[in-house]
């Protein structure tokens, strides 16, 4: 992943085999299968680890959105995408101790993009403006849950709240802010792409 | 459930929280203390359609934000049931419980207002009251 610099943005692109071998890392280095509970662990966290579908999650969605409506549903998924996102910004950064303290930030948001396309979420480009502390996480080829989603039809609503909970909580722990982020394009609604977009406080008259 | 898991849930649900610009929310301040006239009053909530606390009169945060998401989801609920039932758009609820009754209007489409009042309160002066209010707080909210 090599940052691009322009005068306040920079760009951090993840290249196919970057994606291929942080697959490689996360499935195979650092998952283990525990035989007797017929569990998996990974990284060494004391919370096991399952494969699931990538639609069960937009079921999650689309079962509490059946309820409560788009709006209120959307925000247990990102609370829910939010903690694993600020799980595991907090973790990773552990691993960055040697880096200087004025390139932590642009490294750790550049893992988040390593972890989640190795983990199969999406591959990403990730754009940060330094000025506005502003981040823009595009994935060309949509997210795994708005591309599952998507098979169910085109949808009114964006379907990857989850995933801009987890960038949400990714970009916070690694820029310390305190920011929103909205999904502004996907899949699920029939763009090419699902991109997230970070803002200070969402307005609904601009309902996404 | 145990109150260590309250806890926890609450945590969640504050962790993600933004605040509203603060200029607002100083204006929304004065509109919600106009709600202690209600004989009876005890706390109120301004939530974003969604859920999250835009300001509130309680004396916790994680109970603000439970209190949000909760009248969020009524309101939600409710259009959803309103539009089962071919029955227009939502103007209020009401919750009565044993101790306090649960008041939810619709403040725009930035945010609900939800009110706790005490059990012996005159709940058709608090709607009164809830319903002068509602289109200030929503031309509050306008200028975000």
Same mark, same amino acid.
């Given at each position: 992943?090599?940052?691009?610099?322009?005068?306040?943005?920079?760009?951090?692109?993840?290249?196919?085999?970057?994606?291929?071998?942080?697959?490689?890392?996360?499935?195979?280095?650092?998952?283990?299968?525990?035989?007797?509970?017929?569990?998996?662990?990974?990284?060494? !966290?004391?919370?096991?680890?399952?494969?699931?579908?990538?639609?069960?999650?937009?079921?999650?969605?689309?079962?509490?959105?059946?309820?409560? %409506?788009?709006?209120?549903?959307?925000?247990?998924?990102?609370?829910?995408?939010?903690? !694993?996102?600020?799980?595991?910004?907090?973790? !990773?950064?552990?691993?960055?101790?040697?880096?200087?303290?004025?390139?932590? @930030?642009?490294?750790?948001?550049?893992?988040?993009?390593?972890?989640?396309?190795?983990?199969?979420?999406?591959?990403?480009?990730?754009?940060?403006?330094?000025?506005? !502390?502003?981040?823009?996480?595009?994935?060309?080829?949509?997210?795994?849950?708005?591309?599952? @989603?998507?098979?169910?039809?085109?949808?009114?609503?964006?379907?990857?709240?989850?995933? @801009? %909970?987890?960038?949400?909580?990714?970009?916070?722990?690694?820029?310390?802010?305190?920011?929103?982020?909205?999904?502004?394009?996907?899949?699920?609604?029939?763009?090419?792409?699902?991109?997230?977009?970070?803002?200070?406080?969402?307005?609904?008259?601009?309902?996404? | 459930?145990?109150?260590?898991?309250?806890?926890?849930?609450?945590?969640?649900?504050?962790?993600?929280?933004?605040?509203?610009? *603060?200029?607002?929310?100083?204006?929304?301040?004065?509109?919600?203390?106009?709600?202690?006239?209600?004989?009876?009053?005890?706390?109120?909530?301004?939530?974003?359609?969604?859920?999250?606390?835009?300001?509130?009169?309680?004396?916790?945060?994680?109970?603000?934000?439970?209190?949000?998401?909760?009248?969020?989801?009524?309101?939600?609920?409710?259009?959803?049931?309103?539009?089962?039932?071919?029955?227009?758009?939502?103007?209020?609820?009401?919750?009565?419980?044993?101790?306090?009754?649960?008041?939810? @209007?619709?403040?725009?489409?930035?945010?609900?207002?939800?009110?706790?009042? *005490?059990?012996?309160?005159?709940?058709?002066?608090?709607?009164?009251?809830?319903?002068?209010?509602?289109?200030?707080?929503?031309?509050?909210?306008?200028?975000?």
């Amino acid at each position: 992943m090599t940052p691009e610099l322009t005068s306040a943005k920079q760009r951090f692109d993840l290249t196919e085999a970057e994606s291929l071998q942080e697959f490689e890392r996360l499935s195979k280095e650092l998952l283990e299968h525990n035989a007797a509970q017929g569990m998996n662990y990974w990284a060494g !966290s004391p919370s096991p680890a399952v494969l699931l579908w990538a639609g069960r999650i937009f079921d999650f969605l689309r079962v509490l959105e059946e309820v409560v %409506g788009f709006l209120p549903a959307r925000r247990h998924s990102y609370l829910v995408g939010y903690r !694993s996102g600020r799980g595991g910004a907090t973790l !990773s950064r552990q691993f960055l101790q040697a880096v200087p303290e004025e390139e932590v @930030a642009g490294q750790l948001l550049k893992m988040g993009g390593r972890v989640l396309a190795g983990a199969g979420w999406g591959r990403c480009a990730i754009e940060l403006d330094s000025e506005s !502390s502003g981040v823009r996480w595009e994935f060309p080829h949509g997210t795994a849950i708005g591309l599952a @989603a998507r098979q169910e039809g085109v949808r009114e609503n964006v379907a990857c709240p989850y995933v @801009a %909970g987890i960038v949400a909580g990714w970009s916070n722990v690694a820029l310390g802010t305190n920011l929103e982020v909205r999904e502004v394009e996907c899949v699920a609604r029939g763009e090419d792409r699902c991109v997230f977009e970070s803002t200070d406080y969402i307005r609904f008259n601009d309902r996404r | 459930m145990t109150p260590e898991t309250v806890f926890l849930e609450s945590e969640a649900l504050v962790a993600a929280n933004v605040q509203a610009p *603060a200029s607002v929310v100083e204006t929304l301040h004065r509109q919600l203390n106009v709600l202690r006239e209600v004989q009876g009053f005890l706390s109120a909530v301004i939530a974003r359609p969604d859920g999250l606390t835009i300001h509130h009169t309680l004396r916790k945060p994680h109970e603000a934000a439970l209190l949000c998401a909760i009248a969020a989801a009524m309101v939600g609920s409710s259009r959803q049931a309103a539009r089962e039932l071919s029955r227009g758009g939502f103007v209020h609820g009401m919750l009565h419980f044993e101790e306090g009754t649960l008041l939810v @209007a619709e403040a725009g489409s930035e945010a609900i207002l939800a009110c706790m009042v *005490a059990p012996e309160t005159n709940v058709g002066h608090a709607l009164l009251v809830i319903k002068r209010l509602v289109p200030r707080i929503e031309e509050v909210l306008a200028q975000l």
